[in-house]
């Protein structure tokens, strides 16, 4: 399914080049990009990061460490995934673009020798064969699929135990929304049902090659033990999408055509809910509660 590389751990040390480490600044991005005849195009997201400062800055808040197996998505021209290897991890990285995953093992090789990297060309929306160990996610996403991705490697991966992403500002607030607020809607429970989210930072649209037309933060999760199995969450989900596709309706209305017009009161009475509430008034646990009292039935 992939291109691969695995390079022995030997010993790192923080002084392994220069000033800024081995990473990558603007003329060694733009370099690469020439090189490969890589154009950035927004239909795959590529915005290259390449400032030093926010590349160890993102590592830091993720608290990598050298016993940890990382995965990373979209890595492109590898800003990131050095600033990962140079703590120690074992990087499995996940590329869409054949070019760029081509590349990417001897970009690792030539900054960080003792790198432990694995490079895998694939679409980080449909993968599905992934290193189980996998405990954290830390990626630079591209703005319109980055729910999408993020949402199915924890699906995949339930071993992660926390995420550090940068994404679009809004993206990133409704990940981390809670009930009641103007950012919550479906992506915050989903997102809820893994662990709790939190931004953690802003990030200036000059540190990336092009400079994006939106703003960008970086937001985190910390994993806790999921509300229930599979199959519940199927349901919760499915009752969230049918609640927030409406969002003013109260969501007697809105999961009325799920649950039948006919009994979709009582269900959510069953459940200690109130049937004239709307869907982003409710947390995570009311809409599990629904579920659970929707699976017993």
Not at 38 to 62: C, E, M, S, W
Not at 63 to 86: A, M
Not at 224 to 235: N, Q, S, Y
Not at 237 to 248: G, K, Q
């Amino acid at each position: 399914m992939g291109v691969g590389m695995t390079i022995r751990w030997m010993t790192w040390s923080p002084f392994l080049a220069s000033d800024k480490g081995g990473l990558l600044g603007a003329t060694e991005i733009r370099a690469l990009a020439s090189e490969l005849g890589v154009v950035p195009t927004k239909k795959l997201g590529q915005n290259f990061v390449h400032d030093a400062n926010t590349i160890r800055r993102i590592v830091a808040l993720a608290g990598v460490n050298s016993s940890e197996h990382v995965l990373e998505v979209g890595p492109g021209l590898g800003s990131l995934s050095l600033g990962l290897v140079e703590t120690g991890a074992h990087v499995t990285a996940v590329e869409i673009d054949p070019r760029l995953a081509a590349r990417l093992s001897q970009t690792v090789l030539d900054h960080v020798p003792q790198a432990r990297l694995d490079v895998v060309r694939g679409d980080a929306l449909s993968i599905t064969d992934l290193p189980r160990d996998i405990s954290v996610l830390v990626a630079n996403l591209p703005y319109n699929t980055s729910v999408p991705i993020v949402l199915h490697l924890l699906r995949l991966l339930p071993g992660i135990e926390r995420v550090m992403v940068m994404v679009q500002a809004e993206v990133a607030e409704r990940l981390a929304a809670s009930p009641g607020t103007k950012s919550y809607g479906g992506p915050s429970v989903k997102a809820a049902w893994f662990g709790h989210w939190s931004i953690a930072g802003s990030v200036s649209r000059q540190v990336f090659w092009p400079i994006p037309n939106v703003d960008s933060l970086l937001v985190g999760m910390h994993a806790r033990e999921t509300p229930g199995d599979d199959t519940l969450r199927g349901i919760v989900w499915d009752l969230v999408d049918h609640a927030f596709a409406t969002r003013r309706k109260m969501v007697r209305g809105a999961l009325s055509g799920y649950l039948g017009a006919d009994r979709v009161s009582d269900v959510i009475t069953q459940a200690g809910l109130n049937p004239q509430a709307r869907g982003e008034q409710w947390s995570l646990d009311e809409f599990v509660a629904l579920a659970q009292v929707v699976q017993a039935q």
